[in-house]
């Protein structure tokens, strides 16, 4: 499964996001573990991905479903041990596959031993680790920063009588990114998980690390009107101080070099990184240019609802069609509302999630898949009640609804929770009609959208175009996004219909050789929904 001689294994590789807590429960108590990942490896391996990425597994007590860490070196009980994490590593490079653990370097939760002796006093020698202020003389907070889930992005501390900083939720304090002692701590969390053979590091919101020394305040978005605010308050600001500052590239470098100095057969520690910006596109080049920064940060392509259309997708995708940097590109994760019901409405078309992997599988760049996009899940509609994670809860019926993309994977049709537990209860509900989307029903249909994604993951390994090659936007129906894939002499045509009625193929593209791989049969129109890639006259 990996690429050319010529390129690192990461480029134009698929890379599989596992979800740990909703992936598959080992010991029966509701809770997906690395023993449940472990029994459905060859699942995960049968698609055709190149490496897998696990959501975080360190030592949390979940108040952000583990993105609040109280000991980065440590697995979670509700996961298993480190022997767990080991097993399954052996067995991943065994399938041939890599493995990207997630790494949380911004914040940590309340509890973590370095907070409980930063908070404890102001000169003790931690006591500068997090990013701490005075209250303002009217005893408000030191700046205007918001947090990203709602509201200011300081808490007071009555103790240490000062607020300290949160970019997320008010038990989740964020690091000094600034700080030499921080940083070498943090280097060596890295070099931890590689030790225990990781191949590669997911950094959590990487940009966002290190603050402006001199806590100014954030400026309003031009013509923000105070009426009609966005869905996020944060975004009525532009955020020039609370993140992005220059100063974190160079935490980044070091990074890098640490990372350079493993696996060096294959090119060193692979780093993916998640950037947070109003402009993520260009954030995401700007922290993946040249040998001393990531290898790359992805993009999910529709956001949080963007209008989704031929021409949009497009647009997005040409933001990121050069030479800077190299993109990671994909539909949906564990923060998103899922890509079919995201993308395609309350009644998305059946062929959506197919034609979204279709699109995937096409593009230039490193592809990354979440677990369920490959049955073309729709988003689960978790009660209120059930709901776990608190920004869901406070954003309910609105903007973030990221329990729906973390209901459990089905995968036995008719049996208690499709097969993910043997629990009377899971930790969330199985989605509702997730099982007849299950994986043993797909996998015996050879039209199901799992079956046309490891279709479509074989011709992206069998076609060195697709993974490695140049891309070349073709211009046609307006409802068509239509490119090319071109590698010495290969030409590859791809092209996606994105609209309930036929569309014709791009100009001279009717006359070409059969279909490498279609959805549908294709005449001079391409069929509603669907997806074409042909083989085109060489170049030259």
Sequence with gaps: MSAPSAAPWWQGATVYQIYPLSFADGNGDGIGDLPGILAHLDHVASLGVDALWLSPLHESPMLDCGYDTTNAKAVDARYGQLSD???????????????????????????????????????????????????????????????????????????????????????????????????????????????????????????????????????????????????????AQQMLYDGAQPQNLEFVASLRALADTWRVEDGGGF??????????????????????????????????????????????????????????????NHDTVRAVTRLGGPHPPPELGALLMAVLACLRGTVLLYQGDELGLPCGQVPYGRLRDPATRRFFG?????????????????????????????????????????????????????????????????????????????????????????LGATRLGCAFNLAPTPAPLPPGWQGAAAPLLASAEVGPDLPAWSYAVVPLQPCG
Excluded at 146 to 175: K, N, V
Excluded at 413 to 425: K, P, Q, V, Y
Excluded at 437 to 461: E, G, N
């Design 85 to 235: 994490f080991h097993a399954l590593v052996s067995a991943a490079h065994a399938r041939g596959m890599k493995v990207i653990v997630d790494q949380v370097y911004t914040y940590t939760h309340e509890h973590h031993p370095w907070f409980v002796a930063s908070r404890a006093s102001r000169t003790g020698d931690k006591h500068d680790w997090y990013v701490w202020a005075d209250a303002k003389p009217d005893g408000t907070a030191p700046n205007n920063w918001l947090s990203i889930f709602g509201g200011p992005a300081w808490e007071w501390d009555c103790g240490r009588r000062q607020y300290y900083m949160t970019s997320f939720l008010p038990g989740m304090p964020h690091l000094d990114g600034n700080h030499p002692a921080v940083r070498r701590e943090l280097l060596d969390v890295a070099r931890f998980w590689f030790e225990q053979g990781a191949d590669g590091l997911r950094l959590d919101v990487i940009n966002l690390l290190a603050l402006d020394p001199l806590l100014r305040d954030n400026p309003a978005v031009p013509g923000t009107d105070p009426r009609h605010m966005p869905p996020l308050p944060i975004h």
């Design 398 to 486: 609105h903007y973030l609804q990221r329990d729906g993309a973390r209901t459990p994977m089905p995968w036995r049709h008719g049996e208690r929770h499709a097969g993910f537990s043997t629990a009377a209860d899971t930790w969330l509900p199985l989605g509702v009609g997730h099982d007849a989307l299950a994986v043993d029903l797909q996998t015996a249909d050879p039209r199901s959208t799992l079956s046309q994604t490891r279709a479509l993951l074989a011709l992206r390994r069998a076609q060195p175009a697709l993974r490695q090659g140049s891309l070349h936007f073709v211009d046609g129906a307006d409802t068509v996004l239509a490119f090319e894939r071109r």
């Design 271 to 332: 780093l993916l990184g998640e950037v947070t910006h109003p402009d993520v596109i260009a954030e995401g080049r700007h922290y993946s240019q040249g040998t001393d920064r990531l290898h790359s940060c992805y993009h999910v392509l529709g956001g949080h609802g963007a209008a989704f259309s031929a021409t949009a997708l497009r647009a997005e995708l040409q933001s990121w069609n050069d030479d800077i940097g190299w993109p990671t590109w994909s539909v949906a």
